[in-house]
């Protein structure tokens, strides 16, 4: 396991984490700022700054990109499925100019809160076979452009809306059977925030090995936690046991960034942007 | 799969549906008012009008029970241990004495939170081992009351909380080993709310099968979902395909009371408890 202690050359920070406080450029030139050596970008705020000037700023200040939020959402119905298509291709494309570590998948939960416009539908099985049918063809295209696919499993409390691959076995299952080969074009994203629950974690991160394991994300659940969404806690102040998990990551071979992701409307979104930016410092190498 | 359709006679509330409108004896004398058979009463509410007061009003008015909630909440420091023990025995000669079909257990989390007063710790896999040991020790004592013990797996994101048994492979696991001759002692509580969104639902509904299946608890899942705890939604108003589930179940030979298990601070808890009844009904014919 990587010494975190004394540096901080392994943090990457997820921008939605001080999403509120400025854009994009300001994200960055802060990160460069504190000498944070790695993002990872939501295209929301690529897109309000504009894709090449964030692109520029990234490479001017010698950033490296641990991901790209992101692709997915693919159940939807006849009326809403080239959307998808074109949709997750462009986010693909964008992972490209940016030259990310991988393009991450939030693949989506029911039709109509994955792609609203889509007729109701409350069955999951077909919304999870359409998530692979998605996976399948957009794993097509990103294997030409050279974009590794990670697939995300969100927590099961975001199964209806936001994501219905809910563990890292559901999410390897995929990867087997769409990349039996384990050519490295399809993995898994690890947020602790979503799979530390989970009683098969330390079996299904042995079974993802170093070809699948492509990005390691980190925050803390607290108790109480007071929002589905947006409550997100700093490393250290919840129950999570990250090292104990990171350990078990890097015993795989992943030897990527460790990256910060933060919802937080309650707390973090509401303090200056150099104050969190110390304190994901900080808790990297007392935690992480 | 019975048909709900014409009566209910297949109906059990879970007495916490309607805590906030009366108190225990009011909730029986509504459910004999509405022909509702059977209920599932939680402790507390039965501490509030005495144990003999209870029984009494459930003999009277002929209710069986379909479960007693709860035992449970296992992990502890050696400070507390005596206490978890003492009472999870009273708990199962509670139920003892309602007749009822099971006692319910809640797990528990970390021992912090599972028994207030011991040290924190933030080792989930110690409290698991915790779970089984207590489990496997309440059972000896509840075989010989004659009373099964159904463990509820609750939903991942009470891991921390309020129980770390948190999928039914993870209950069945535990049955297996405690009780590998599927004797009828020890099973599960399936509630919808907690499993639904499991992608392994279906295959362990399968492996639990009828000796297992002890109990059956219907809600639903709202979207968004403001709280988590108290914002459950009434069978119909949420995602889960609740028929589904019920027939899977049904289908391994579940013969027992369907549980309506509601607990909603910002909706039916606010209702007349005539009006939450009438609608449990109405919905137990037409969506479950």
Redesign the interface.
């Known amino acids: 396991m990587r010494d975190f202690s004394t540096d901080h050359f392994q943090l990457s920070l997820n921008t939605a984490t001080v999403r509120k406080q400025g854009d994009l450029l300001a994200i960055i030139e802060a990160c460069a700022r504190h000498q944070i050596p790695a993002i990872s970008p939501w295209r929301d705020q690529v897109a309000t700054v504009g894709l090449e000037a964030a692109v520029k700023a990234v490479k001017t200040h010698g950033l490296k990109l641990s991901g790209y939020c992101r692709g997915g959402m693919f159940p939807a119905d006849a009326s809403k499925r080239q959307e998808a298509r074109d949709d997750n291709r462009r986010a693909v494309d964008a992972a490209r100019a940016f030259d990310a570590a991988c393009l991450v998948l939030v693949v989506g939960g029911?039709p109509h809160?994955a792609r609203p416009g889509s007729a109701v539908s409350?069955?999951?099985g077909a919304a999870?076979r359409q998530v692979e049918d998605g996976i399948g063809e957009l794993l097509e295209y990103a294997r030409g452009a050279g974009m590794p696919l990670a697939i995300e499993p969100l927590?099961?409390?975001y199964?209806?809306?936001r994501a219905?691959v809910?563990?890292l076995?559901?999410a390897l299952d995929i990867c087997d059977r769409l990349d039996p080969a384990r050519t490295g074009a399809l993995g898994v994203a690890a947020d602790v925030y979503h799979i530390?629950?989970?009683?098969n974690l330390y079996r299904d991160i042995k079974r993802a090995g170093r070809e699948r394991l492509l990005a390691f994300h980190v925050c803390d659940?607290l108790?109480?936690?007071r929002d589905?969404l947006n409550d997100r806690g700093m490393m250290g102040d919840?129950?999570?046991?990250i090292s104990k998990i990171r350990a078990a990551v890097e015993a795989e071979g992943f030897a990527g960034f460790s990256e910060v992701e933060i919802f937080s409307e309650l707390d973090w979104w509401k303090r200056p942007m150099d104050e969190v930016l110390r304190t994901c410092i900080e808790r990297h190498k007392s935690v992480v």
Not at 196 to 199: A, E, G, I, N
Not at 238 to 241: A, F, L, N, S, W
């Open positions: 029911l809160y409350h069955d999951l999870r927590h099961p409390m199964a209806a809306d219905c809910n563990t076995e559901q530390w629950w989970d009683p659940w108790v109480p936690t589905l919840g129950v999570i046991e």
